[in-house]
C-alpha cells in the first residue's frame, strides 16, 4: 500500500483507544494503540505486512517476532517475503525444549526483529539480547509503530536501528 496517510488512518481507526493505560516502560498513557484490533482485520493486517516489505534491509537471512503482537506480522511478512520465521517468548519456556527463540537456529544469521509498538523498546531490547547471545547478528527492528517516546534511541544504544511503517505523529496527524 503506498499511501502511507492512508494506511495510517485505518490502523488510528482499528486501534486507537482513549483513557488510562499502563505502558510496558512503566508510564502511563491516556492513549493507546491496541495492536490486537489492527492485527485481528486480515485485510489491514495483510496491507500493513506489504508497507513493511520495502523497510526490509536486502541482506536479511530471516525474521523474529516478539512476543505476542509481533507473531501475527512475522508470520505473514515471512510468507509474503520468503523468509524464514522465528518467534522469540518474553522468557524461556520451563518445559520441553526450554527455548526462548523458537522455529530453528539463528547463530550467524542475520536477523530482523519485528514487533507492533515501540515505546521505549525495552522487548526490543530484551529480544536483541538473547538472539546476539545465540550468535545472531541483529541490527535492524521492523514495527508498525514507533509512539516517539524514546525507542529509536534506545535501541540505537545498542546498535539497532528503528524502521517503522508509522510514527506517532504520522498517527496524530490523521486523527
Known amino acids: 500500500m503506498a ?9 488510528r481507526a482499528a486501534s486507537h483507544l482513549t483513557g488510562q493505560f499502563l505502558l510496558r516502560s512503566g508510564r502511563t498513557s491516556s492513549e ?11 485485510v489491514l493486517l495483510a496491507d500493513i505486512a506489504d508497507a513493511m516489505r520495502p ?21 505473514l511478512l515471512s ?3 520468503g523468509l524464514p520465521a522465528r518467534f522469540v517468548r518474553k522468557k524461556a519456556k520451563e518445559y520441553g525444549t526450554c527455548r526462548t527463540a523458537e522455529g530453528g537456529d539463528v547463530g ?25 547471545e545465540q550468535g545472531a547478528s ?7 509503530i514507533d ?4 525507542g529509536r534511541d534506545n535501541l540505537a544504544g545498542v546498535g539497532l536501528a528503528l524502521h ?10 490523521v486523527g
Do not use: M, N, W
Open 3 to 11: 499511501d502511507i496517510a492512508k494506511l495510517a488512518s485505518r490502523v
Open 138 to 144: 541483529v541490527e535492524h527492528v521492523l514495527c508498525v
Open 164 to 173: 517503522p511503517v508509522l510514527t506517532r505523529a504520522q498517527l496524530d496527524a
Open 79 to 81: 510468507q509474503r517475503t
Open 55 to 75: 523497510l526490509l534491509p536486502v541482506d536479511a537471512d530471516l525474521l523474529a517476532g516478539l512476543e505476542l503482537g509481533g507473531i501475527p506480522l512475522v508470520t
Open 108 to 132: 550467524g544469521l542475520r536477523v530482523v526483529l519485528v514487533e507492533d509498538v515501540v515505546t521505549s523498546g525495552g522487548a526490543v531490547l530484551d529480544a536483541a539480547r538473547v538472539l546476539r
Open 147 to 150: 509512539r516517539q517516546e524514546g
Open 32 to 42: 493507546y494503540f491496541d495492536k490486537y484490533l489492527f492485527e485481528a482485520d486480515p
